[in-house]
Nanobody, 117 residues
């Protein structure tokens, strides 16, 4: 089992920055990848950024050049650094870990990000 706790959401003006944090606990040795997803009202949950255990990353086209997904492996932390935020970035952001002897997804509880115009 892997437990994930997100923090760092809030309200920010367009053009501003926020940094989300996700700390993992439990069977962290089994984590293959961690990432951030978001879900806006009335929309499906979508991938924002993902980082694999080898450090390779994937970003949604909509956030390339604005968001990064740094990590602190020693502290079991993954961040989402969000710059040049836009109102369309408003959503609940979820941390996800792909982990386990039998691979499955683990999710955090989500944190709200609201970008005002």
């Amino acid at each position: 089992q892997v437990q994930l706790v997100e923090s760092g959401g809030g309200l920010v003006q367009a053009g501003g920055s926020l940094r989300l944090s996700c700390v993992a606990s439990g069977s962290i040795f089994s984590i293959r990848a961690m990432g951030w997803y978001r879900q806006a009202p009335g929309k499906q949950r979508e991938l924002v950024a993902l980082i694999a255990s080898d450090g390779s990353t994937v970003y949604a086209d909509s956030v390339k050049g604005r968001f990064t997904i740094p990590r602190d492996s020693a502290k079991n932390l993954v961040y989402l650094q969000m710059n040049s935020l836009k109102p369309e970035d408003t959503a609940v952001y979820y941390c996800k870990a792909v982990a386990g002897r039998i691979i499955r997804d683990y999710w955090g509880q989500g944190t709200q990000v609201t970008v005002s115009s």
